[in-house]
């Protein structure tokens, strides 16, 4: 509770001195010697004060708060506030015998004055203390129990943790407890001396982590008067305003989030904040500032931080203003407060403090003190801790227990952008930041000249990325105080160049001499410095000359400003530079092509440099872009044109006569770039130069030349050295000092002129170059030649002009009697250019009728080849531009010139629509043959007269070229054209059955390339044998598909219908079986389903037997349902396979000379690879015939299988011969099915027959090898065994499917007991190997009945499948006994042999497995999942499977279910799911779950019991392995070996 003052008297008293010792003593301080620095910020120790500490602590106690201001105040163990000066003089000690009981004094606020102080206590005591007189102001007791429940106070025992004044003012404050007490006293001066209390906060809110009053600051703001507080826990943030009345104005609230702020993350709840304001500080606006609504002052901000995340809030006032922006009357501003800044330092922030406007000092939780401009949201690390670590304040903890940071605002303290530190008990430091100054002078006594000229460079273009100190603040470029900052910094940057310079290269001073990295970093700092004060004067003065002393350092120095120049920082050079630069860089090859690199990238002003030197050195170094850029900007396009001419005719002709010889001055080799080109070569340097002169552009940058009339100047100049303006020639024979330039352009390569011409003349630019045309004499009077200046036809332009000049020279080359003017190549090559230019440019250039004549009649009599293409497509301009008065007087000429696409044009003209076609088939060109079509479909569907009909004839005529030129354009044009029909072209085209067989290849099957190439009998690499594995045999673990039927035999609606009759099928087939058979079996099954019907199947047997196309025949005898037929073609092509492969294995020469000469070399000889290849080769082939006799047998199995189940009385299919004809008189469904199944069975008999009989008869040949047989031989033949082997085991995988329940017409007992039957007739014909490689009804031998169950066995690799194949060999379900037996006995139970005999029987022999329970719970051991309804349901799928044609997919599923007691089968189709059959049985899948997861204990007894049914299994030890059975409740007196027989898991 609050009370009244009470008098205190100090214990001891001094009086101030009248001087400011803050000033006094303080502002001379930064004069002593520094004893921990860095290089942003310097640690001092008070030693005065330091010293003075320990004797205070002897005689009042050891402090523990610290508040510093204009005094010193220290808070000590014994209740004792003592106020010192900064020399440790004791001003007063504070205290009584009454403020002995209230603690150690815990926390200490000064006045705005410095003369009142309040003071909080470890018991919950706050003083007020006027420190001058030595008297309390007032005391707030804390809470006793006798106080009224609704008072406010600090509960007793309880640390005041945080005091501070509430702006100005003596008689308003704050106080804040550990325990989360805030409160906010006023102290009420009338006829007595009252308090009133009120609670800001309490426990109720967090933590309380530090609470804190907005001072007042430099400028009067609105929100001085309304005594802002704000109060920080550990859950949110509240700031409520005190005067006249608490209310609350912010409020936010803590969260975690793992949002990514600024460069790192907050995910912990926080356990240490803290708060500073900053109040309203005014600075001086600059005198330019003409900006009225600019502000003068900095608002208040406050700064908090939760962890390590530190915010900004920064309090804007929403004033209701008028139209001119003043205040509305007396209505006060509404404060809002908007967050600025967000930042995550790198640990929990345990103090933070304004130093500046903008610049916040924070402390980490490991003593790392950081600074933080907000405005530019920069992080500096200043420095660690001062020397003696700070030792914070555990209130927080030793009140609530929880372990949060220590406070350190006890003993941190921030006064006048100082920062003091108690440290320990008897060290106080005073740290602040360095000044920009500092600093520099910092970096200088160490000899940091490079760092210090950086840091100045950086500070004068305020980039420094670092907090700065004493230097203004930019707001705006170019404003007062970024003038100021340069006017500071640039003198100062410069006397640091000087002097490092003068350090670097000053004899007189003893240092080692610099390295060159060191000379390469003080050149380059320097430079930089130089660019960005705007002045390269010291650079090229003082810098240039320290560094020329030596003639290494000034490489050095060149060196250093080249990327400069190259970048265009530095685009001028004195002359002094430049000469060294052209001396030191013109040595060696690389350095000259850098030098070229350089001196393109200055500004050479005439004037400016030595001339001469500078040219010579190009010329002499064969830096041709630097010449004619030279040149260029001396204001003379024409001097480098010669000189760059000449020297290029003057290469090639060297380099034509002998590489590397020496021409005059050009004896130095020019390096060449990295990619092989040469730009500085003069050949590639003279026309850039002249596309980008004409054009009126510098080179080589590109950039236009100003102003337009200097462009303009330039580009007439070199446009008439170029092209003379002149009209006739005035000799014979001056063509070539004429067109001097011109030709020597054309010798250097006629194609890049043309192209630089056609980048000029395409040029906006050439618009405004017009050339005066010199007369034809010059002997007329000068009146006469003004006349003639001034007539229109004397100006001509560029573009005329050059027309003209390309006119006269060529037809002086092509009149030339010697020929040694141009080629006929250039001459082709000028007049096409010039006559093209002239066509798309009309009527800007003029030619007359004469100069055309002369032109054409060029185009059409010069023999040059590789200009025809050029010379046709100017001629077609031409001739499309000036039509002649009669067309027929061109066509030889154009013929005889291979003009073809103008010959079109002329008989287009002239009505002769075939000859015009005609002429597409002539061309020489291939690829213009093929645009015959277009032009056939465009002059079909055109309406011109006869137009139709001649491309009918045309077609009819030339069908045979057209076929060979592309058949499927032929077909689609023939389609397209009314008058044209296929039947006429399949007619002409039977003189030639190869391209009558393109084109209907092309009409009836426009996918050629499907087709052109039958696929082999294996996809894939061919492997060894060793490589090989097996093929996918037997049932697979997880799922096999089997697809039934065949697809072609499933009718499809939206299958496309037949657009051609059956003749052109039949014929097409014909054709294909002699020309392309590996076609035919892909275009049978892709026509097969067309409608109506492409072709008939007897037919197609009868031709694919007449060419012997094997596919095609087995297909369509499959359609015709001959299956015994096409199995028998199959087995036939296998039989001839089998013999290839006999005589493909090498002979046996083991006692052959040659065997003995092989015997004799080291090592057995083993099979080549050429015959392991041949071998292969014919083993697949064999592979694929037997792949394609168990399709065979498949579709018949569908299709009889079909028609049996739909329509009983149906006859076979088969031929005449078949002794199963009679099957159609068959009276019942039965009989019927019984003869389907026996034909069936027959075909998989005869299939398994002739494949066993091959493995048979190799593996006997293999056993009939003698002993020294070769071991090629019978490496062959074992491969030969292997592969056959794998062939056998296909044939029964396939055949247990067919076989499989899903089937009632194959009994695969029936056909292994006809394999393995023994007869007499069978043993009499052993011997007779005809009959049995021709697959006759035989029985096998012993050895053949070993191979085929030992093949049967290897293909079923796990349980399931081998169980599953006995279930199909004795046509009874015995699987889930038999399931549970093997697994039983993989337990170690077995029942024995005598057990069902005994007395009774055996109680499991006469019990079903699904019927055994619990006995006790009485549930179900086993659950068949297997049940009869859901056996009823998968025959219903079975024979559903056959009534519809839907149902394409069986998937056949047999596993193990490892949780399970036994194996199951699972049925799958497109329609119904078995697994969802099971779902539905709610019961059955609960009782199969509840069974799998149980483990089971039978007796031989009979009784069973669920595992954890039985009471105390784990105490007998059921659990190990070998642990004693338990024995049966239910049959206690029966003997033991009935009892226990062991346990099922």
Not at 987 to 1014: E, G, H, K, V, W
């Amino acid at each position: 509770m609050d009370s009244d003052t009470v008098p205190s008297t100090p214990r001891s008293t001094q009086e101030p001195t009248p001087e400011t010792e803050y000033e006094s003593r303080i502002a001379n301080l930064d004069s002593t010697p520094t004893q921990f620095t860095t290089e942003y910020f310097s640690w001092r120790q008070l030693a005065d004060m330091s010293g003075r500490l320990p004797e205070l602590a002897e005689q009042f106690g050891a402090v523990t708060a610290l508040c510093l201001g204009d005094y010193v105040a220290l808070g000590t163990d014994t209740g004792l506030v003592v106020v010192t000066d900064y020399l440790g003089r004791t001003k007063a000690a504070l205290g009584s015998p009454a403020t002995a009981a209230y603690g150690p004094v815990s926390t200490l606020a000064f006045s705005t004055d410095h003369l009142v102080l309040v003071a909080g206590y470890a018991q919950g005591f706050v003083v007020v203390w006027d420190w001058v007189k030595g008297t309390t102001v007032s005391v707030s007791r804390p809470l006793q129990d006798s106080d009224k429940p609704d008072a406010a106070g600090h509960p007793a025992g309880t640390a005041i943790t945080f005091a501070a004044f509430v702006g100005a003012s003596k008689h308003r404050y704050i106080s804040g407890s550990s325990g989360g007490h805030v409160l906010y006293h006023h102290i009420i001066r009338r006829l007595l001396t009252t308090m009133n209390t009120s609670q800001l906060a309490g426990p109720d809110s967090g933590i309380l982590f530090e609470a804190a009053a907005l001072p007042y600051g430099s400028h009067k703001c609105t929100t001085d008067d309304m005594g802002l507080v704000a109060i920080l826990t550990d859950t949110s943030l509240t700031i409520v305003k005190t005067r006249h009345g608490v209310e609350q104005q912010y409020r936010a609230s803590y969260q975690i989030s793992t949002k990514p702020v600024q460069k790192r993350t907050v995910v912990k709840r926080p356990y240490a904040g803290c708060v500073s304001w900053l109040p309203a500080l005014g600075y001086r606006r600059p005198a330019t500032a003409t900006d009225p609504a600019e502000p003068d002052y900095t608002p208040p901000k406050l700064a908090y931080s939760w962890g390590a995340s530190i915010h900004i809030l920064a309090i804007q006032l929403d004033y209701n203003v008028s139209g001119n922006g003043t205040p509305m009357g007396s209505v006060p501003p509404r404060v809002q407060f908007e967050r600025e800044a967000e930042w995550t330092a790198v640990g929990d922030v345990v103090f933070c403090r304004w130093i500046e406007a903008g610049t916040l000092l924070y402390m980490t939780q490991s003593q790392r003190m950081f600074v933080l401009e907000t405005a530019l949201a920069q992080e500096t690390e200043i420095c660690a801790s001062p020397p003696g670590s700070i030792a914070g304040r555990p209130w927080v903890t030793l009140a609530t227990g929880v372990e949060a940071e220590p406070s350190y605002a006890q003993v941190i303290s921030v006064y006048k952008r100082r920062v003091f530190a108690l440290c320990g008990a008897a060290s106080l430091y005073i740290g602040r930041l360095l000044s920009w100054t500092e600093r520099l002078e910092l970096l200088v006594e160490r000899g940091q000249f490079i760092d210090a000229i950086t840091l100045a460079t950086g500070f004068y273009q305020e980039r420094t990325g670092q907090v700065v100190v004493g230097l203004p603040r930019s707001r705006r470029p170019g404003d007062a105080n970024q003038k100021k900052r340069q006017a500071l910094v640039g003198s100062r940057l410069a006397g640091l160049m000087r002097s490092a310079l003068k350090r670097t290269f000053d004899a007189d001073h003893d240092h080692r001499p610099s390295t060159e990295p060191e000379l390469h970093a003080l050149a380059s700092i320097c430079v930089q410095a130089c660019l960005a004060l705007g002045s390269l004067q010291i650079l090229f003065s003082d810098v240039f000359e320290c560094y020329s002393t030596d003639s290494a350092h000034q490489f050095v120095f060149l060196e250093t400003i080249e990327p400069f120049i190259l970048s265009g920082d530095i685009t001028h050079l004195p002359p002094q530079v430049l000469n060294a630069m052209v001396d030191s860089y013109g040595t060696t090859p690389p350095l000259i092509r850098r030098l070229g690199g350089i001196l393109m990238c200055l500004n050479l002003q005439h004037g400016e440099f030595d001339v001469d030197r500078v040219l010579s050195s190009c010329r002499k170094h064969r830096l041709w872009r630097t010449f004619a850029r030279v040149w260029l900007s001396m204001g003379d396009p024409i001097a480098p044109i010669t000189s760059i001419i000449a020297a290029a005719s003057q290469t090639n002709h060297s380099r034509d006569s002998s590489i590397g010889q020496t021409v005059g001055e050009l004896t130095i080799e020019h390096p060449v770039g990295d990619d092989g080109f040469d730009d500085e070569a003069p050949d590639v340097v003279i026309f850039d130069y002249l596309d980008m002169v004409i054009r009126g552009r510098y080179y080589p940058d590109n950039q236009p030349i100003q102003p337009q009339s200097r462009a303009e100047k330039y580009s007439t100049l070199v446009a008439q050295l170029v092209f003379p303006p002149i009209e006739t020639l005035q000799a014979q024979g001056s063509e070539q000092q004429t067109f001097a330039t011109l030709l020597a352009l054309l010798g250097l390569g006629t194609e890049r002129l043309l192209d630089m011409l056609k980048h000029v003349l395409s040029d906006p630019f050439i618009g405004y170059i017009n050339i005066i045309v010199k007369p034809p004499s010059t002997t007329q009077s000068t009146q006469d030649s003004d006349r003639t200046l001034r007539r229109p036809s004397q100006v001509k332009s560029l573009m005329q002009i050059v027309v003209d000049t390309l006119h006269t020279l060529t037809m002086a080359a092509y009149t030339d009697p010697a020929g040694q003017m141009l080629s006929a190549r250039q001459i082709g090559q000028l007049t096409s250019f010039a006559l093209t230019l002239y066509a798309t440019r009309f009527p800007l250039i003029y030619l007359t009728d004469e100069t055309m004549a002369e032109w054409s009649d060029v185009l059409l009599r010069l023999d040059d080849v590789a200009t025809r293409a050029e010379r046709e497509c100017a001629f077609e301009l031409l001739f499309k531009l000036n039509p002649p008065r009669s067309y027929g007087d061109y066509i030889d000429r154009v013929r005889s010139a291979g003009f073809f696409r103008v010959l079109e044009h002329i008989y287009y003209t002239l009505e002769q629509y075939e000859n015009a076609l005609r002429t597409f088939l002539d061309h020489p060109d291939f690829t213009q043959h093929r645009m015959v079509f277009p032009a056939m479909k465009e002059l079909g569907a055109s309406k011109r007269p006869n137009a139709l009909e001649c491309t009918a004839s045309f077609a009819l005529n030339s069908a045979t070229e057209l076929v060979e030129v592309d058949a499927d354009s032929f077909v689609e044009t023939v389609a397209a054209i009314a008058s044209l029909d296929h039947g006429k072209i399949i007619d002409t085209l039977s003189t030639r059955p190869q391209l009558q067989f393109a084109y209907m290849r092309s009409l009836l099957d426009p996918a050629p390339d499907a087709i052109s190439q039958s696929p082999g009998p294996r996809t894939g690499p061919v492997l060894s044998a060793d490589e090989r594995s097996p093929p996918n045999i037997g049932l697979s673990e997880e799922q096999h598909m089997v697809v039934y039927p065949l697809k072609s035999l499933v009718p499809d609606d939206s299958q496309p219908t037949n657009r051609f009759s059956q003749a052109y099928h039949e014929r097409y087939l014909e054709l294909m079986c002699q020309y392309s058979p590996s076609g035919v079996l892909p275009y049978l099954k892709k026509h097969a389903d067309l409608s109506p019907e492409p072709f008939r199947l007897t037919y197609v047997q009868s031709v694919c037997g007449k060419h012997g196309v094997s596919d095609g025949l087995v297909w369509a005898l499959v359609r015709l349902g001959d299956f015994s037929g096409a199995l028998q073609t199959l087995l036939q092509q296998t039989d001839q396979e089998i013999e290839s492969i006999k005589a493909a294995v090498p002979d046996d020469r083991a006692g052959s000379t040659f065997a003995q000469d092989i015997a004799a070399e080291p090592g057995p000889p083993a099979l080549t690879e050429a015959d392991r290849e041949r071998l292969t080769d014919h083993l697949d082939i064999a592979a694929h015939n037997i792949d394609g006799c168990v399709g065979v047998c498949r579709a018949a199995l569908a299709k009889l299988g079909k028609d049996a189940d739909l329509q009983p009385g149906n006859y076979l299919g088969q031929g005449a011969s078949s002794p199963t004809a009679n099957g159609a008189a068959a009276r019942s469904q039965s009989d019927y099915r019984s003869l389907v199944s026996a034909q069936l069975c027959d075909l998989w008999l005869a299939l398994l027959r002739r494949t066993l009989g091959y493995l048979h008869t190799t593996n006997r040949t293999l056993d009939a090898l003698p002993p020294g047989a070769a071991t090629e031989t019978r490496e062959a033949w074992q491969l030969v065994s292997k592969r056959q082997r794998w062939m056998l085991q296909s044939v029964l995988d396939a055949l247990i499917f067919a076989a499989s329940p899903a089937s009632s017409f194959i009994s695969l007992r029936a056909i292994i007991q006809q394999l393995i039957t023994t007869s007499s007739t069978a043993a009499a014909t052993e011997n007779n190997n005809n009959a049995r490689q021709s697959g006759a009804a035989r029985s096998l031998d012993i050895t053949e009945i070993q191979h085929l169950l030992a093949v049967a066995v290897s293909a079923y690799k796990t349980e399931a499948q081998l169980m599953a194949l006995t279930n199909v060999l004795v046509d009874y379900d015995l699987f889930t006994t038999f399931a549970q037996l093997v697994r039983s006995q993989k337990q170690g139970w077995r029942v024995a042999p005598d057990s069902a005999q005994g007395a009774g029987g055996h109680a499991l022999a006469s019990r079903d497995v699904g019927d055994l329970c619990c006995a006790k719970c009485h549930s179900p051991l086993f659950v068949d999942r297997r049940q009869e309804h859901a056996m009823a349901e998968l025959r219903r799928q079975t024979t559903q499977y056959y009534e519809s044609s839907a149902l394409r997919v069986l998937d056949l599923h047999v596993f193990e279910d490892r949780d399970a007691q036994w194996q199951w089968m699972k049925l799958r189709t497109d329609s119904t799911a078995y697994d969802r059959l099971l779902g539905q049985n709610t019961h059955a899948g609960a009782g199969a779950a509840a069974a799998a997861d149980a483990q089971v204990v039978l007796f031989k007894c009979g009784h069973g019991f669920h595992r954890h049914c039985v009471d105390g299994l784990a105490a007998k030890g059921l659990a190990a392995a070998d642990a004693p059975l338990p024995e049966c409740a239910q049959c206690a007196d029966a003997p033991a070996s009935m009892r226990c027989i062991g346990a099922i898991g």
